[in-house]
T-cell receptor, first 115, second 111 residues
Framework: SAVISQKPSRDICQRGTSLTIQCQVDSQVTMMFWYRQQPGQSLTLIATANQGSEATYESGFVIDKFPISRPNLTFSTLTVSNMSPEDSSIYLC????????????FGPGTRLTVL | SQKIEQNSEALNIQEGKTATLTCNYTNYSPAYLQWYRQDPGRGPVFLLLIRENEKEKRKERLKVTFDTTLKQSLFHITASQPADSATYLCALNTGGFKTIFGAGTRLFVKA
């Protein structure tokens, strides 16, 4: 398994500002993903964070709004830019440890509230 | 596109009974299906994975079935305990490492 930490655990932000969320894993992992979970809803995949290259975004998510970095095999950041109240959600980092493994391990999440 | 349906109503059961949660999907059968547990304020935790060629999988008090004809998976917790109270998510592989999640079913086990 993997131990995943996220910072911050929660934040309250003003409309129009940006927040960067960090995801740190205790071991090298093959795949890293960013999800959003709105209250009472399922997890929605935002993007796959690719090491050393641009992230792969899902339909409905764009790099200008959710820039992602992944400088190495253990760390990634997600920025929520120009926030609006609709961005209030829990943001989760997840990893797959090895290319042939199917299980995802999730971080504790970052609870974001935008006023 | 593939969709997952889980009972949005909470499931309330008495301690010691078997809890059964349902996951239905709409389109093609996935290569595998997973169940996760999520506690309030925490990320999902992996429980079980079942592949399309497997009918049933067990782990301690947990059992998962996978019926590709019905497009359904059932998740059972036997001898349920109050500590089993949580939200349980069904997740389908949609190709590569991409996974879609159901909204989850909340389980409450009363002592």
């Amino acid at each position: 398994s993997a131990v995943i930490s996220q910072k911050p655990s929660r934040d309250i932000c003003q409309r129009g500002t940006s927040l960067t969320i960090q995801c740190q894993v205790d071991s090298q992992v093959t795949m890293m993903f960013w999800y959003r979970q709105q209250p009472g809803q399922s997890l929605t995949l935002i993007a796959t964070a690719n090491q050393g290259s641009e992230a792969t975004y899902e339909s409905g998510f764009v790099i200008d709004k959710f820039p992602i970095s992944r400088p190495n095999l253990t760390f990634s950041t997600l920025t929520v830019s120009n926030m609006s109240p609709e961005d209030s959600s829990i943001y989760l980092c997840s990893v797959v440890i090895r290319e042939w493994a199917d299980t995802q391990y999730f971080g504790p999440g970052t609870r974001l509230t935008v006023l | 596109s593939q969709k997952i349906e889980q009972n949005s109503e909470a499931l309330n059961i008495q301690e010691g009974k078997t809890a059964t949660l349902t996951c239905n999907y709409t389109n093609y059968s996935p290569a595998y299906l997973q169940w996760y547990r999520q506690d309030p304020g925490r990320g999902p935790v992996f429980l079980l994975l079942i592949r399309e060629n497997e009918k049933e999988k067990r782990k301690e008090r947990l059992k998962v079935t996978f019926d590709t004809t019905l497009k359904q998976s059932l998740f059972h917790i036997t001898a349920s305990q109050p500590a089993d109270s949580a939200t349980y998510l069904c997740a389908l592989n949609t190709g590569g490492f991409k996974t879609i999640f159901g909204a989850g079913t909340r389980l409450f086990v009363k002592a």
